[in-house]
């Protein structure tokens, strides 16, 4: 017997009984109504394989059946039968999505015939968007290389975690791909169709995050020229990614439980309720545990976006995966760069692997960019990589650096000395030492009112 299911809807009950016994004799499961109000409350409560209407009929007629079907199950496919065939009426049958629209007298044949090209269809649907969901998952894993048994976990968790609605909080050091796994965790999600909104909240001014986050009213603060929507708002029916949340401070950490809980916030200077559904992934290169001993993060807050945590481990403690993330980089940088650079030499291949990049994959993949720019041989050599020996701060340089010296200043000289290593680049100062941008901007505040 098939599974598949299959609505008659005809109000003559000789012609609707002689649909269903070719159906049934076909082996597929099949049900008849009489009119066209009872066949759509069926399919309110059943999904149906096909439908198949007459025209004529009192009260409602096939062409609403029709309209009404799209519109509770736009997939559906459905068959017009009449007694009466014209051709504006097959015209506008078809239009209306109609699969096929036939005239009476109907024989078996014809019927057979007609419903198994339908279903056949509606297999190969189903089939395709199932090859479909497969490949943009595979897309969505195809730049995060990784063969280590770390990221086959990780990867794992990821293909069971995004297609729910559940918080996800993912954790690791600056340049593991935190956000790589955020894009990923959209791309397989319900809501991948949705917007993916993204919230660096170490990079925006304190004063500023709640406004950014949840909006603002005209005249809330001054500069506030007019309303403006929050991320919040603009994440509505996708995802919103709190990218270092936790640098948000904890007055708006409250108001971020709310939402999380209850999906409900106010603008900055308003006093309407708006209500949001939103899919939030947060991340952090800070010990959240650490930061709730020291008060700084909330506990409640911590338990709400940890409800399914990832966390992605440095560089160095899957040192398997670095051949095939220094490949993949050379592959794309050698296109972007018109360059035809066949590989990486076995020797320049040693030295990567003995270095710790602290860094991280976002290292790797500065260091073989700057690499391909640089080379014009064949192949990538050792002297193509100018690696440090070690994390900046390293034990080396921190025993010269600490003997008789504060902490505050070995602070100072260990930001400074980092920031100049990366040509003032604060950002990436940031991500190496593992701290924000906000706080970078305050150290260096704090160092010129010290001139």
Same mark, same amino acid.
């Given at each position: 017997?098939?599974?598949?299911?299959?609505?008659?809807?005809?109000?003559?009950?000789?012609?609707?009984?002689?649909?269903?016994?070719?159906?049934?004799?076909?082996?597929?499961?099949?049900?008849?109504?009489?009119?066209?109000?009872?066949?759509?409350?069926?399919?309110?409560?059943?999904?149906?394989?096909?439908?198949?209407?007459?025209?004529?009929? =009192?009260?409602?007629?096939?062409?609403?059946?029709?309209?009404?079907?799209?519109?509770?199950? =736009?997939?559906?496919?459905?068959?017009?039968?009449?007694?009466?065939?014209?051709?504006?009426?097959?015209?506008?049958?078809?239009?209306?999505?109609?699969?096929?629209?036939?005239?009476?007298?109907?024989?078996?044949?014809?019927?057979?015939?007609?419903?198994?090209?339908?279903?056949?269809?509606?297999?190969?649907?189903?089939?395709?968007?199932?090859?479909?969901?497969?490949?943009?998952?595979?897309?969505?894993?195809?730049?995060?290389?990784?063969?280590?048994?770390?990221?086959?976990?990780?990867?794992?968790?990821?293909?069971?975690?995004?297609?729910?609605?559940?918080?996800?909080?993912?954790?690791?050091?600056?340049?593991?791909?935190? @956000?790589?796994?955020?894009?990923?965790?959209?791309?397989?999600?319900?809501?991948?169709?949705?917007?993916?909104?993204?919230?660096?909240?170490?990079?925006?001014?304190?004063?500023?995050?709640?406004?950014?986050?949840?909006?603002?009213?005209?005249?809330?603060?001054?500069?506030?020229?007019?309303?403006?929507?929050?991320?919040?708002?603009?994440?509505?029916?996708?995802?919103?990614?709190?990218?270092?949340?936790?640098?948000?401070?904890? =007055?708006?950490?409250?108001?971020?439980?709310?939402?999380?809980?209850?999906?409900?916030?106010?603008?900055?200077?308003?006093?309407?309720?708006?209500?949001?559904?939103?899919?939030?992934?947060?991340?952090?290169?800070?010990?959240?545990?650490?930061?709730?001993?020291?008060?700084?993060?909330?506990?409640?807050?911590?338990?709400?976006?940890?409800?399914?945590?990832?966390?992605?481990?440095?560089?160095?403690?899957?040192?398997?995966?670095?051949?095939?993330?220094?490949?993949?980089?050379?592959?794309?940088?050698?296109?972007?760069?018109?360059?035809?650079?066949?590989?990486?030499?076995?020797?320049?291949?040693?030295?990567?692997?003995?270095?710790?990049?602290?860094?991280?994959?976002?290292?790797?993949?500065?260091?073989?960019?700057?690499?391909?720019?640089?080379?014009?041989?064949?192949?990538?050599?050792?002297?193509?990589? =100018?690696?440090?020996?070690?994390?900046?701060?390293?034990?080396?340089?921190?025993?010269?650096?600490?003997?008789?010296?504060?902490?505050?200043?070995? @602070?100072?000289?260990?930001?400074?000395?980092?920031?100049?290593?990366?040509?003032?680049?604060?950002?990436?100062?940031?991500?190496?030492?593992?701290?924000?941008?906000?706080?970078?901007?305050?150290?260096?505040?704090?160092?010129?009112?010290?001139?």
């Amino acid at each position: 017997m098939s599974d598949r299911c299959i609505l008659v809807v005809d109000d003559d009950p000789l012609m609707r009984d002689f649909l269903c016994e070719a159906l049934k004799r076909k082996g597929y499961s099949e049900e008849g109504v009489e009119d066209g109000r009872t066949a759509l409350d069926k399919i309110r409560r059943k999904r149906y394989d096909l439908i198949i209407t007459d025209l004529k009929m =009192p009260n409602m007629d096939g062409m609403k059946v029709l309209e009404g079907a799209k519109r509770i199950a =736009p997939d559906i496919d459905v068959v017009v039968i009449t007694a009466y065939g014209t051709i504006p009426n097959a015209v506008k049958a078809m239009k209306k999505g109609a699969y096929d629209y036939i005239t009476k007298p109907v024989s078996v044949d014809q019927i057979e015939l007609v419903v198994e090209k339908a279903l056949e269809r509606q297999r190969l649907i189903c089939e395709n968007r199932y090859l479909r969901s497969e490949l943009e998952k595979r897309q969505s894993f195809d730049k995060m290389l990784g063969t280590s048994a770390e990221m086959r976990k990780v990867f794992d968790i990821i293909e069971m975690a995004a297609p729910t609605k559940a918080t996800i909080l993912i954790q690791g050091e600056s340049g593991t791909g935190k @956000e790589l796994v955020a894009n990923a965790i959209h791309r397989c999600s319900l809501v991948r169709e949705g917007p993916f909104i993204k919230v660096n909240c170490g990079a925006l001014p304190e004063g500023l995050v709640e406004s950014e986050l949840f909006g603002h009213e005209k005249g809330a603060f001054t500069g506030a020229i007019r309303r403006s929507k929050g991320r919040f708002e603009l994440a509505n029916g996708g995802t919103i990614l709190l990218d270092e949340i936790s640098e948000i401070s904890p =007055p708006v950490q409250v108001k971020l439980l709310r939402v999380l809980q209850d999906g409900e916030f106010e603008r900055v200077g308003g006093e309407e309720t708006l209500r949001v559904d939103v899919r939030v992934v947060a991340t952090t290169n800070r010990d959240l545990n650490e930061e709730l001993e020291k008060g700084r993060f909330r506990k409640d807050l911590f338990y709400r976006i940890n409800v399914v945590p990832i966390n992605l481990p440095p560089l160095c403690r899957r040192k398997v995966d670095i051949a095939p993330l220094a490949k993949h980089f050379l592959m794309k940088y050698s296109q972007d760069n018109g360059k035809h650079i066949q590989g990486v030499s076995k020797e320049a291949l040693e030295l990567l692997m003995a270095y710790e990049w602290p860094g991280n994959v976002r290292e790797l993949e500065n260091s073989v960019e700057r690499a391909v720019i640089m080379a014009q041989e064949e192949f990538l050599l050792p002297e193509h990589f =100018p690696l440090g020996k070690g994390k900046p701060g390293s034990s080396e340089e921190l025993g010269e650096m600490a003997v008789g010296v504060s902490l505050a200043e070995l @602070e100072k000289r260990l930001i400074l000395k980092t920031l100049e290593r990366e040509n003032g680049n604060r950002t990436r100062t940031a991500q190496i030492l593992g701290i924000s941008i906000r706080t970078i901007r305050n150290k260096l505040r704090e160092y010129r009112e010290e001139v």
